[in-house]
């Protein structure tokens, strides 16, 4: 099974969209930076799975970390989670965030659970961070140095 990591396309935002609405997340700001998203295809081109990277200044949101169940491998999320890492460290990004109810498994990778006093203004003014603070999510931070 052959399997690709690769930047979105302008013309994938629908497929991406479809995916991410159904895993049940916000689509919202998506169509608005596709160029920062990564997809993943199987080898029938199909798209499997996406992340997204929201940058605020030195400071990245990781959005929509998505992969269809029959997919969803420890080592395919693995791989995705480093692409999109590398990803941001390149586009000079200093600390990732995300919001997340899979605390555990963010954890193992040192990603580490941000205090709420400690959470950046523009982080908790962006549109996603207010779409989902009612939620049962944490938000999370991974330092890129």
């Known amino acids: 099974m052959g399997i690709i990591l690769r930047q979105a396309m302008a013309f994938e935002s629908g497929d991406i969209l479809s995916l991410v609405g159904k895993a049940g997340l916000t689509a919202e700001g998506i169509q608005e ?30 959005r929509s970390f998505v992969l269809k169940q029959d997919y969803s491998t420890e080592s395919l999320l693995l791989k995705l989670m480093d692409k999109i890492l590398v990803y941001s460290k390149k586009k000079g990004v200093k ?18 659970p941000v205090k709420n006093e ?7 003014n962006s549109a ?7 939620e049962k999510v944490v ?7």
């Open 128 to 134: 996603h961070y207010k779409n989902n603070a009612e």
């Open 95 to 112: 600390t990732i965030y995300l919001l997340t109810k899979s605390v555990s498994f963010f954890e193992q990778l040192s990603f580490i």
């Open 118 to 124: 400690e959470i950046p203004e523009h982080i908790k």
């Open 33 to 62: 930076s596709i160029g920062n998203y990564l997809v993943v295809e199987n080898s029938d081109g199909e798209t499997i799975g996406t992340v997204g990277l929201e940058r605020m200044g030195e400071d990245g949101l990781l």
């Open 139 to 145: 938000l999370l931070s991974y330092p890129l140095h």
